[in-house]
C-alpha cells in the first residue's frame, strides 16, 4: 500500500481544527513569515502602550476587544499556502491594515466618553455608517471621520465567527425577524448589548447596502442620541441623469450638515488632495486586476478583496501608508508576472466569486486554491468601484464622489437591475477568462434570490463550472464553514471527477463534528 503524502491539512488537528504546529514554507519563506509575525505584535503592542489605560479599560467593557488579540493567527490563515509573490504582498497589505486599525481603535478609545475619554476630541470626531467611504472627511482635516460599526462587529466578524451570533440572538430576542439580513441585524444587537464606544459630534448613517439598513439606523439612532443626517444614495444609477444630480445634492447636504454641526468649513484644496490620493490606491488595484487578467495572475486569493474593501471604506485619501505598501506590491507582482512565476502549487480552474462572501470565512478562497486548484483572480466585492474622479472643479469632484458612493461594497452588483448582477458577472467572467464561477448563496440575502434558474441556465450555455456555495454572511451556526466547504467538494468530486490537489484539505467524515453547526476549523 502506497505512503500516503503529508500536506497542509495535517498541521491541524483532526476533530478540533487547531493548529498544531506553524506552516512550513521553505528556510527563506518562513523566516520571511516569522518575521511579520513578530511585526504584527510589535504593532499590537505599541498600541497598547500608546494609551495603556484606555486600551484596558476598553478590554473589559467591550466583549469584541478580545477578538483583535488573535489578529496574528487571523492573518495565518489568510495568508496560508503562500509562497514568493503571494506571501510578500500579502505580508505587506495586512501590515498597513494593521496599524490602521489599531489607530482606529485607539482614538475610539481616547474619545470613548463611557470608559473617561476625552470630550474635546469625542467633538472632533464624524460618527459615519461603515458603508460610508470615508473620501468625504479629506475635505473637513481638523475633524475625524469614524466608521462605528466597523470596528465593534465587522471586522471582528472575520476574525471571530463566534462572535456576531452573540447580537444576532440579542436583535432576534429583541423583535427582529431571523430572515433580515445578517449584517445590519448584527449592527443593531451590539447597539442593544450597548457595545458601541460613545463618541462623536454628529452622525452620517445612509441606505446601503439594503433597506435592512434602515432598521438598523434607528437602533442606533436611539443608541447615540447624536443629529443625524440620512445620506441617500441612488439603487438605480445607470445611465440616470436625475438620480445621478439627487447623488450630488445628497452629498452636498451632507456637508452642508457636517459644517452645521461642528463649526468647520469645508476645505475644497484638502478635499481635492484626499481624491487624487484615492485616485492612486484606485490605480493600484487597476493595475492588480490587469496581471490578474493575464495566465499568471500574481496576487490571489482572499488578500486583493480584503485590502480592496479596507483601502476602499477607510483609506478616504487620507493615509500616505497605503500609497507606500501599494508602491512595493506593484513592484512585487510586476516582477512577478515578467518571470511568469505561478501564483500557486497547481492552477487547475481559474474562478471568479460572484455574490457577497461569508465573513466568518475570509479565507475560503485559500481553500478552494489549496485543495482543488480553483485560483479566485476577481470577485463582485473587488470589482467595486474603479471611478477616478476628476478634481479640476468642484461639481465633477462631487460628481465621482457620487459615482464612487453607488458603487460600494455590497451594492454595486446586488442592486440596480439585472444587467448589475447578471450581465455584468459575465462581461468580467469573459474579461478574466475564468472557467469556474463561485456563487455565494447568501441565504438571508433576497437580493439574488429570483435569478437562479436564470443563472444556471446561462452558465450551461456557456459552458462555465458554476458551483453554489450557501452560507449566511455573519451567522456560522446556519451553515458552518465545514458545509461551505463539502458544497464544492461534492461537485469536484462528482460532477467533476477531479481529484484534490492536496487530499489532507478534504474534511473527514469521522470527525465528531461532522454535523456539527459549532464548526471552528
Request: proline fraction near 4%; glycine fraction near 6%; include cysteine.
Amino acid at each position: 500500500m502506497p505512503q500516503r503524502k503529508t500536506g497542509l491539512g495535517d498541521t491541524y488537528q483532526a476533530v478540533s481544527g487547531l493548529r498544531k504546529t506553524r506552516e512550513w514554507r521553505g528556510l527563506r519563506d518562513t523566516l520571511y513569515d516569522f518575521r511579520w509575525w513578530l511585526t504584527t505584535w510589535k504593532d499590537m503592542i505599541a498600541f497598547v502602550l500608546k494609551s495603556p489605560l484606555q486600551v484596558v479599560k476598553g478590554l473589559w467593557k467591550y466583549r469584541w476587544m478580545a477578538t483583535y488579540l488573535t489578529v496574528p493567527a487571523f492573518i495565518d490563515r489568510q495568508l496560508e499556502g503562500n509562497r514568493g509573490v503571494q506571501l510578500r504582498s500579502g505580508h505587506l497589505l495586512y501590515d498597513v491594515i494593521i496599524k490602521h486599525t489599531t489607530d482606529i481603535i485607539g482614538t475610539m478609545f481616547d474619545a470613548d466618553m463611557s470608559i473617561g475619554g476625552k470630550k474635546s476630541l469625542s467633538d472632533r470626531i464624524v460618527c459615519l455608517d461603515e458603508l460610508v467611504p470615508t473620501e468625504i472627511m479629506s475635505g473637513f482635516p481638523n475633524l475625524i471621520g469614524l466608521p462605528v460599526q466597523t470596528i465593534p462587529i465587522f471586522l471582528a466578524s472575520m476574525i471571530n465567527q463566534q462572535l456576531p451570533p452573540v447580537y444576532l440572538d440579542s436583535v432576534e430576542n429583541y423583535g427582529v425577524p431571523a430572515d433580515v439580513c445578517p449584517l445590519p441585524s448584527a449592527e443593531a444587537g451590539v447597539a442593544i448589548e450597548g457595545d458601541y464606544p460613545i463618541f462623536g459630534k454628529c452622525f452620517i448613517s445612509c441606505n446601503m447596502p439594503c433597506d435592512g439598513s434602515v432598521m438598523t439606523s434607528e437602533y442606533q439612532d436611539r443608541y447615540f442620541k447624536l443629529p443625524t443626517y440620512e445620506l441617500g444614495v441612488p439603487l438605480r444609477y445607470n445611465d440616470d441623469v436625475d438620480a445621478q444630480d439627487y447623488a450630488v445634492e445628497e452629498i452636498m447636504g451632507c456637508i452642508e450638515f457636517i459644517e452645521q454641526q461642528t463649526g468647520e468649513k469645508f476645505d475644497w484644496d484638502a478635499f481635492y488632495k484626499g481624491m487624487e490620493n484615492y485616485n492612486e490606491v484606485t490605480r493600484f488595484h487597476l493595475d492588480l486586476w490587469e496581471i490578474n487578467r493575464t495566465k499568471y495572475p500574481q496576487v490571489t486569493g482572499p488578500t486583493p478583496w480584503l485590502y480592496r474593501m479596507y483601502s476602499f471604506h477607510l483609506h478616504g485619501g487620507m493615509d500616505d501608508r497605503f500609497i507606500k505598501a501599494d508602491s512595493k506590491v506593484r513592484r512585487i507582482m510586476q516582477d512577478g508576472y515578467a518571470r511568469r512565476l505561478p501564483c500557486s502549487r497547481e492552477m487547475r480552474h481559474k474562478a471568479l466569486v460572484w455574490s457577497c462572501p461569508a465573513n466568518y470565512y475570509t479565507n475560503f478562497a485559500n481553500w478552494l486554491e489549496l485543495c482543488w486548484g480553483i485560483v479566485c483572480v476577481m470577485d463582485m466585492e473587488t470589482h467595486i468601484s474603479q471611478q477616478i474622479i476628476d478634481t479640476s472643479t468642484r461639481r465633477r469632484a462631487l460628481e465621482g464622489l457620487a459615482l464612487t458612493f453607488q458603487r460600494t461594497t455590497m451594492r454595486k452588483h446586488t442592486k440596480g437591475g439585472y444587467k448589475n448582477a447578471v450581465d455584468e458577472m459575465w462581461r468580467v467572467a469573459e474579461e478574466y477568462g475564468v472557467d469556474t464561477i463561485i456563487m455565494y448563496d447568501q441565504i438571508s440575502c433576497k437580493g439574488m434570490d429570483g435569478l437562479q434558474g436564470i443563472f444556471d441556465d446561462q452558465a450551461r450555455e456557456r459552458k462555465i463550472n458554476f458551483i453554489w456555495v450557501q452560507q449566511d454572511l455573519m451567522d456560522c451556526r446556519t451553515i458552518s464553514r465545514r458545509d461551505m466547504r463539502r458544497q464544492v467538494s461534492a461537485y469536484m468530486s462528482s460532477v467533476l471527477r477531479e481529484e484534490p490537489v492536496d487530499p489532507t484539505l478534504i474534511d473527514r467524515k469521522s470527525t465528531r463534528l461532522n454535523s456539527s453547526h459549532t464548526d471552528i476549523s
